[in-house]
C-alpha cells in the first residue's frame, strides 16, 4: 500500500485446473503489478497462519498523511504515565524508555508519550513524569532509573483497573512510534539442579565419540534427576471400606459383544438387582421395557433413550456402565461407513465421550455415577504392557471431556487381559464400592483391585534388574549393543556389553561413532516390529571406521571411513 504495487505471489507458476476464475473478478498476480489509487480507495487483507491452528486476518486500508498527525510535534506536552508489576520492574522500563527517548527527535516527544501513556497496559505500580519536552523527560526516566527522587517523578501502588490520578493530561494526537519490551521478571520454578563435585563425574571420553563423556557411578547412587521423578504404581486397594447395597436402585448398562455386559446383567440380577441394557444397533428401537438398542454414531438416539428412561422408570438409577470401549477393533481403509446390527465397530472414545455430554446436558434422577470400561489399558506390573488395539486413549479422554462438560468425572475401570470364572462378580464389587477420590480409576489383576499412587521413578529398573555400575573401561567395554532388556518397556532400555565378531568373507568391521535410530527401532525397543522377537539390536545405519575386514577385501580399506543402512 506504501508503494502503490501488488507484489506477484511467492512460488506460484500455474493454477489448478479445477479452480475457474473466469468471471470472479479475482486474479493471481505473477508479476510486480501497479495499484494506482481511485475513488473507491485502496483496502488489502492479510492473512497469517500457524502449524499450532492459529490464524489472524487483517483488513488494512490506508493511512493518510494529514490531520491531527501531521501537528503531532507542536502539540503541547505535560507529561506521561508508565506502570509495571514490581518497582524494580519500573525502574528497569525507565531505563529502557530512556534509551529509546534519546534516539528519537525532538519533535517526536508527543507521539512518544502519547505510546508510553496510551499503548502499554496498565500495571500495579506506576509513575507520573511530569516533562513538557524532550530534555526535561530524559532527566527524569534517568532518575527514574536509577532509583533517585526527584519532583519531576512520582511512583505510587495503584489499582491495575484503576484510572490517571491528578488532573487530566492533555489529549496528544494518536501518532504510536515503536517501544522497547517489556522488563519480564522471569522466575525459574524446576529444582535446580545438585552440585557434583569432580570426583563424582568421570571425564575421560568414549572412544572415537568426540564430546561423549560417560559417567558410570558406583552401585547404589542413582541420578539427581531420576530422585526427582515419580511414576504411577499400582498397588492392592484396601476393600474394607463400605459398600451400596447391590438392589438399591436400577441400572443403565451398555452391553458389549464381548460377554461382560451380559455376565454383569447376570450378577447383578443375582443379587437381586435389575438392569436396563442397551446395545448397538441400526437405529433406535425399544425392545421392550428392559432392552433397548441405538445407533452409536446418532446423538438424537441416545437422547430419544434418556426421554424414554425418564417415563417409564420411578427409582433413581444406581449407575450406568459403558462396557462398549470393549468391543473397539480396528478397521480397514475400504471399511463402509455403516456395517449390518452386531458388526459395528463401536468406537468406545466417541461413545463415551457422547455419553458423558447427554448425562451432562440430560441428567438422570438419582444423579448416577457413570463407569467406562476397558481391558488391558493399563501397564500395571514390571512384566505387563497395555494390550494391542486396548482403548487407551479412553483414559485420557474421559477426565477432559468430563471437565469440558462441567459433568462428574467417571470412574475408569481397566479389566484383567486375561478373564477369570468370577469376573463379573469381581466387576459388581468394584462397582458398588464407593469411589473416594483416588479410586476414580481401579484396574482388576490376578483376583486383586489396585488403585494408583505415585511412587519415586526407579531409572531402568536397576533393582529389579540387579544392574552393578562400575567405571567405564575402554578395554573391556569397547564393544555395546543397546539392548531392550524388557520389550514393551522403554525403561529397560540399556547398554550392554556385547562379543567381539571377526568380520566373515565380504565383511567389515566399523567403529561406530555415530548411529541413526528410526521409529523402526521404537517398534523393536516396544515389541512390537513384525517378525522381531525378544531383544534384538538397535540401530540400521551408522557412520565410522572401518577396523578390520574379512577375506575378498582388499587390506587397504581398513581405516577409511565408512557409512552403512
Not at 471399511?335 to 472414545?349: I, T
Amino acid at each position: 500500500m506504501r508503494h502503490g504495487a501488488v507484489p506477484p505471489l511467492a512460488h506460484f507458476s500455474t493454477l489448478n485446473p479445477l479452480i475457474d476464475l473466469d468471471g470472479t473478478g479475482v486474479t493471481v498476480p505473477t508479476e510486480l503489478t501497479p495499484w494506482p489509487r481511485d475513488a473507491r480507495g485502496r483496502h488489502v487483507a492479510v492473512s497469517a497462519f500457524s502449524m499450532g491452528g492459529t490464524n489472524a486476518h487483517l483488513i488494512l486500508g490506508p493511512a493518510e498523511d494529514t490531520g491531527p498527525a501531521a501537528q503531532a510535534g507542536t502539540t503541547p506536552v505535560e507529561g506521561f504515565e508508565l506502570s509495571a508489576k514490581t518497582p524494580e520492574a519500573v525502574r528497569d522500563l525507565a531505563a529502557r524508555l530512556h534509551h529509546r527517548l534519546a534516539e528519537l527527535p525532538a519533535d517526536s516527544y508527543p507521539a512518544f508519550a502519547y505510546s508510553v501513556t496510551s499503548g502499554r497496559a496498565r500495571h500495579k505500580w506506576r509513575a507520573q513524569v511530569s516533562a513538557p519536552d524532550r530534555e526535561l523527560a530524559l532527566n527524569a526516566l534517568k532518575a527514574l532509573a536509577a532509583g533517585e527522587t526527584t519532583d519531576a517523578v512520582l511512583v505510587q501502588e495503584h489499582d491495575p483497573a484503576g484510572g490517571l490520578d491528578g488532573a487530566a493530561p492533555v489529549e496528544l494526537p494518536r501518532v504510536v512510534i515503536d517501544l522497547p519490551a517489556y522488563p519480564w521478571e522471569r522466575r525459574r520454578y524446576a529444582p535446580q539442579p545438585a552440585d557434583r563435585t569432580a570426583a563424582e563425574v568421570n571425564t575421560t571420553p568414549a572412544t572415537g565419540v568426540p564430546g561423549v563423556q560417560p559417567n558410570r557411578p558406583e552401585a547404589g547412587r542413582e541420578g539427581d534427576v531420576a530422585e526427582r521423578l515419580h511414576e504411577v504404581h499400582w498397588q492392592e486397594a484396601d476393600d474394607t471400606g463400605t459398600r451400596r447395597a447391590a438392589g438399591s436402585g436400577w441400572w443403565l448398562l451398555f452391553a458389549d459383544r464381548t460377554g461382560v455386559g451380559d455376565a454383569l446383567a447376570g450378577e447383578l440380577a443375582a443379587r437381586s438387582s435389575r438392569c436396563v441394557t442397551v446395545r448397538a444397533g441400526q437405529c433406535y428401537r425399544r425392545l421392550d421395557a428392559a432392552r433397548f438398542e441405538i445407533d452409536p454414531l446418532r446423538c438424537e438416539d441416545l437422547a430419544a433413550l434418556f426421554e424414554e428412561l425418564r417415563s417409564q422408570e420411578t427409582e433413581p438409577c444406581a449407575g450406568v456402565v459403558h462396557a462398549w470401549g470393549l468391543d473397539d477393533v480396528p478397521l480397514s481403509s475400504d471399511a463402509p461407513r455403516r456395517l449390518p446390527p452386531g458388526q459395528h465397530p463401536l468406537p468406545g472414545a466417541s461413545s463415551a465421550l457422547d455419553l458423558i455430554r447427554a448425562l451432562a446436558r440430560e441428567g438422570m434422577d438419582g444423579a448416577p455415577r457413570l463407569a467406562l470400561l476397558t481391558r488391558g489399558a493399563q501397564r500395571v506390573v514390571g512384566q505387563d504392557s497395555p494390550s494391542p488395539g486396548a482403548p487407551t486413549p479412553l483414559w485420557a479422554l474421559a477426565g477432559a471431556a468430563a471437565a469440558e462438560h462441567a459433568a462428574p468425572l467417571p470412574a475408569l475401570i481397566d479389566l484383567d487381559p486375561l478373564p477369570a470364572d468370577d469376573e463379573a462378580a469381581r466387576l459388581l464389587d468394584a462397582l458398588l464400592r464407593t469411589c473416594d477420590r483416588g479410586e476414580e480409576h481401579v484396574v482388576l489383576r490376578g483376583g486383586g483391585r489396585r488403585t494408583p499412587a505415585l511412587v519415586p521413578h526407579r531409572a531402568s529398573g536397576l533393582a529389579e534388574m540387579a544392574v552393578r555400575r562400575r567405571p567405564f573401561d575402554a578395554g573391556r567395554d569397547g564393544n555395546h549393543r543397546v539392548l531392550a532388556l524388557r520389550p514393551g518397556i522403554l525403561d529397560s532400555l540399556e547398554s550392554t556389553v556385547w562379543r567381539r565378531t571377526p568380520p566373515g568373507p565380504g565383511q567389515v568391521e566399523i567403529e561406530v561413532t555415530a548411529a541413526g535410530l528410526n521409529f523402526s527401532d521404537v517398534l523393536k525397543a516396544m515389541g512390537a516390529y513384525p517378525g522381531a522377537h525378544g531383544s534384538v539390536p538397535l540401530g540400521i545405519e551408522c557412520a565410522g571406521r572401518v577396523t578390520a575386514v574379512g577375506e575378498g577385501l582388499r587390506a587397504a580399506t581398513s581405516g577409511t571411513r565408512s557409512w552403512r543402512w
